[in-house]
C-alpha cells in the first residue's frame, strides 16, 4: 500500500469478546467481495480470486486466535487493483512460515498458504502496545 | 479514503449473492438452506432485478444444500414477474434432493435447466 | 402405527417459543435418521429416503408456523419398516391439499409434497383441548 | 417402546455423519465449512472409527463449501493414523474451492482423491 490515495474503501470488523470469530471474519469479507463486485463470480478465475481471499482471511484469523491471545480486530481494506487483509491481535511473537514446508504432515500450512496467494504480507506493530496487526495484500481478479 | 464501514455479520442457514450480467440478465447464488426461514433472502435479490427490469435471471443451485415448497414459492413467483416482462428463470446445477421437489411437483417444467452456468449466462457474459 | 409394539423410539423436541423452528426440525430429524443408520446413506436410494423425511418435516412445520399460530412440538417415531412424523400445532383448522394442484405457480405445493411422500397422513385432535397434531408416515430404505 | 429421547438441537457450520460400511471402512461426510470452530465435529468420527480398527476412511467432500490449513490438519492426522494402520483415506468429489487448498499445499498427493463414491467404498458396499 503505497499510496494512501489507493484506497478506496476500509471496512472494520471488531472481534475482540466474540466467539465464532473465524467464521465471522469470512463472512464480513464475503460481503465485502459481494458489495464489491468480486462475487458472485462469473467463472473459475474470479471465483477463485474471491475465494483465495476468504481463506487468507481465515488463515490470519485461525493464527490470530492459535498464537496470539485472539483476533482484535479485521480490517479489509479495497484498493485500485488489490484487497488487503489486517488482523490485529494482542499477542507478542510473529508469524513465521515453517521451513520445511512437508505437504504430509499437520502443521505449518497456514502461513505456507498465505505466502503462496498473496502478493506481499507483513507485520506492524505500534511501539509500545502490545499486540500487532498481520497484513497480507492479494490481487484482484483481471 | 472514500468510504469507511464498521460492520457486523450475522452468520445465516442461507447467503445469497447478486449480480449484474450484461444488460438484462442478474446472477442469484444462494448458499445453504432455503425455507420459510431463509426465503426473504432469496425474495430480495430476485425482486431487486426484475424492479431495474433485468428478466433473465439465472439461479445458480450448486450450493443450495436444501429447499422446500417455500423456496420453490419464492422462485416460482419470480418466474410469474419473469414471464410476464418476456424474460425467464434459468436453474443451474441443482442437486438431486433439491432437483427432486421440482420434479414431483411438476414446477421442473416452467423453469429452464441448465447443468453449467456456461449455457444459463448470456453470450456477451 | 397399528400395534404399538411396532415403536421402537420416539424423540420428542420441544417447538413452542423457540425462533427458527423449522431447520431446527430438520436438523433434529437429521440427527436420529443418522443415530438409526439412514444417514449418511450408500447409495441414491437411500439418500433420497432420508432426504424425502426431512422435506416432510419441513413441510408440516412450516405449515404450523403459517395456518396455526406456531408449532408445539415435533415427535419422530421409528418403527419397525416406517418412520413416523408428528407435529403438534395451537390452532384451528386443518392440511387440505388444494385442488386443483398448479404446478406452475405459488401455493398449494406442501401438502401435495407430503400426499406424494407418504404411505399416509393424518390429523389427530384430543377432544375439549385447543391444536392438533398432524401425522405423517414415510417408508424406510429397504 | 423401547427408547425415548427428549432433545434439543444447536445449528452448526459444519455437520458430521458416519456410518460403517464393511468390515474396516467408515464413510464420513461433513457437510459446510471446516475450520478452526468445527474441526473436531469432524476430527472425532474419523477418530473413533481408526480406534475401532476401521483404517479405510471414505471422507465425501460433496457438500464441502469451505476447507483451510486447520481442516487439511484433521485430514492429515487421519491420515498418519490410517496408514499407520495399513489403511489410507480416500477423499471423493471435492469442491474446486476445497480441493484448491490440497493442491497448492501439495496435500492432495498423500490423499487417494475420487470423482464418485462408487470407486471410493470397498466392494462389498
Ligand atoms: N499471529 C501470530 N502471532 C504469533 N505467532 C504466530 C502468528 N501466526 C503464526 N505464528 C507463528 O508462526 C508459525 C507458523 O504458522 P502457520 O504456518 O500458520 O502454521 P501452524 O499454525 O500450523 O503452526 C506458528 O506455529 C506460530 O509460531
Ligand atoms: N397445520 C395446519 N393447520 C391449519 N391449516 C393448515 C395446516 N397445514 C395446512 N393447512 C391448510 O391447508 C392448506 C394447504 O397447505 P399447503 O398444501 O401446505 O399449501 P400452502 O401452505 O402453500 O397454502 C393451507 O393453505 C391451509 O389452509
Known sequence: M????????????ALGGTSGT???????TRTALTEWGWLPAVGADRRAAAEDVLLVVSELVTNACLHAEGPERL???????????EVTDRGAGQPTPRTPHRAGRPGGHGMFIVQRLCLDWGIQRVPGSPGKTVWAELAAPA | MDRQHIGSVRPERLRVEARTVGDDA????????????????LRAPLD??????RVRLVVDCAGLGFCDSTGLNVLLGARLRAEAAGGAVHLVAMRPAVARV???????AVFTLHETLATALPDSG
Do not use: N
Open chain 1, 2 to 13: 503505497d499510496q494512501a490515495s489507493d484506497v478506496l474503501e476500509v471496512r472494520t470488523l
Open chain 1, 22 to 28: 473465524v467464521p465471522l471474519a469470512r463472512d464480513f
Open chain 1, 75 to 85: 480490517q479489509v481494506v479495497r484498493l485500485a487493483s488489490t484487497v488487503r487483509l
Open chain 2, 26 to 41: 442478474e446472477l442469484v447464488v444462494p448458499v445453504g438452506e432455503l425455507d420459510h426461514h431463509t426465503a426473504e433472502l
Open chain 2, 48 to 53: 431487486a432485478a426484475l424492479d431495474a427490469g
Open chain 2, 102 to 108: 421440482f420434479r414431483i411437483t411438476g414446477a421442473e
